[in-house]
């Protein structure tokens, strides 16, 4: 374990910041139905970074835009998708903005209307005053938390850039919309945010333009105009996949920085399993629109479940000793272009069985104790028998809920 983990590993005990719950997307195009994200949910914490891995086509990055309400036609969010966001200050304010949206519950039970701001009727119990459904909610709505609650960083800096603004109008433009800052404390700021995130010569860079900044240093703007916002959530889409390997490095080391000193949240969107061990608190893989397993960091890379996420571990350089060449997986992700009615990963999988063609692997515990690691392969929960387990598949597949011991909670 990398110092860098150890120091993660105390991480994360915020409060859950946004909660992602059956978020399905689909793209309705004239040749197919293309389910691109297939019954996704995890949370969020304060302060923790999640990690998302898969390979190319797997859904990551539209699980990303799906958050940040950026679907657009011929793509939609589907019903019974929600993606929570719960930052009380967020919900107070949109509530009062928006109340014709705000919908009441009792405790922990379900919404009496359907508006997608839902409250707590005994408000103050356990500190949430409820959410705002972002999978719901309307554009109006979703466009006051883009950037300012929930910004979002992607591959390549210069789409996120403005080629004909100087860095300093762009960081400035964001502190004027999102903070309400004007005057002389503006460019004060902006020449602190370039200096938060190691640009030299802050208040001489905010006079130049992004063109004259190397790929990393615009990275690092980047993340100064989505600080400008001052976001509770980060969603970073493979930020560094483009940068050489020592600036790759010192950009993960900003978005550490960045984190401690303000309790972000961060989704981090990678293919690189090397990438995701570093950086993440918890980690989920995605395969084809599934997320097929969910485990703290630590456990994922010692004790992984799901034959995909070994077959991803077997695929790090350096990992295998023995190995004279890079072990990859053999064929492509399929494009999900219907429902999942098996399992999706059986035509690559070197453990596959009779029943992974015929029956859909629900998310599970891996084994009956271990409530934070949960995957969906029809091998688990590992302390049961093959027939019990396939079993327990087919009855979570068919909404049967009534199995005390293995119930969704692993997913926490
Ligand atoms: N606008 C679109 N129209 C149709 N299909 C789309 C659209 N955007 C994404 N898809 C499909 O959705 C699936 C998931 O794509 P996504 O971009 O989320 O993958 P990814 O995991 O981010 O991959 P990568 O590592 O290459 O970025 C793919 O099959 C892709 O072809
Ligand atoms: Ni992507």
Redesign the pocket.
């Known amino acids: 374990m990398s110092q860098h983990q150890a120091r993660r590993s105390t991480r994360g005990d915020g409060e859950t910041v946004l909660s992602v719950e059956e978020l399905r997307t689909a793209?309705f195009?004239d040749k197919e139905t293309?389910y691109?994200v297939d019954g996704a949910s995890f949370d969020l914490r304060r302060g923790e970074t999640v990690g998302i891995v898969?390979e190319?086509?797997?859904?990551?990055?539209?699980?990303a835009r799906s958050i940040m309400g950026l679907i657009e036609s011929?793509?939609r969010v589907l019903d019974g998708s929600s993606i929570k966001y719960h930052n009380p200050e967020t919900v107070e304010r949109l509530a009062d903005q928006f109340a014709g949206e705000v919908t009441y519950r009792d405790g922990d039970g379900e919404p009496e209307g359907d508006g997608c701001i839902v409250l707590d009727d005994d408000e103050g119990t356990n500190g949430t005053r409820g959410y705002v459904d972002l999978a719901r909610a309307p554009q109006k709505v979703v466009k006051r938390t883009r950037g300012g609650d929930i910004a979002m960083i992607f591959q390549d800096p210069l789409s996120s850039l403005n080629p004909v603004y100087t860095v300093g109008n762009q960081i400035k433009e964001a502190l004027k919309l999102h903070r309400d800052m004007s005057g002389r404390s503006v460019t004060d700021e902006a020449a602190e945010l370039l200096e938060a995130v190691g640009i030299p010569d802050a208040r001489m860079a905010l006079r130049e333009y992004p063109h004259q900044f190397s790929g990393g240093q615009r990275q690092r703007i980047v993340i100064a105009v989505a600080l400008a916002c001052d976001p509770e959530v980060l969603i970073c889409d493979?930020p560094t996949t483009a940068l050489d390997v020592t600036i790759q490095a010192q950009i993960l080391d900003l978005l550490d920085d960045i984190q401690r000193e303000r309790d972000l949240g961060i989704v981090f969107i990678t293919?690189d399993m090397g990438v995701i061990s570093e950086i993440s608190d918890r980690v989920n893989v995605?395969y084809a629109g599934e997320i097929v397993e969910t485990a703290p960091a630590e456990t994922l890379f010692t004790d992984p479940a799901h034959p995909y996420t070994r077959g991803l571990l077997e695929s790090i350089p350096g990992r295998n000793p023995g190995a004279d060449r890079l072990t990859t997986i053999e064929g492509d992700v399929p494009?999900p272009n219907q429902p999942a009615t098996d399992c999706r990963f059986a035509p690559r999988c070197p453990e596959q069985f009779d029943a992974c063609t015929q029956v859909h692997p629900e998310s599970v515990s891996v084994t009956e104790a271990a409530t934070d690691h949960t995957t969906a392969c029809l091998l688990y929960p590992d302390d049961r028998s093959r027939e019990d387990a396939v079993d327990l598949h087919e009855r979570r597949g068919r909404g049967d809920t009534d199995d005390e011991a293995n119930r969704t909670e692993a997913r926490r």
């Open positions: 793209f195009t293309i691109a898969g190319s086509g797997s859904g990551k990055s539209v699980t011929p793509g493979e293919h995605m494009t």
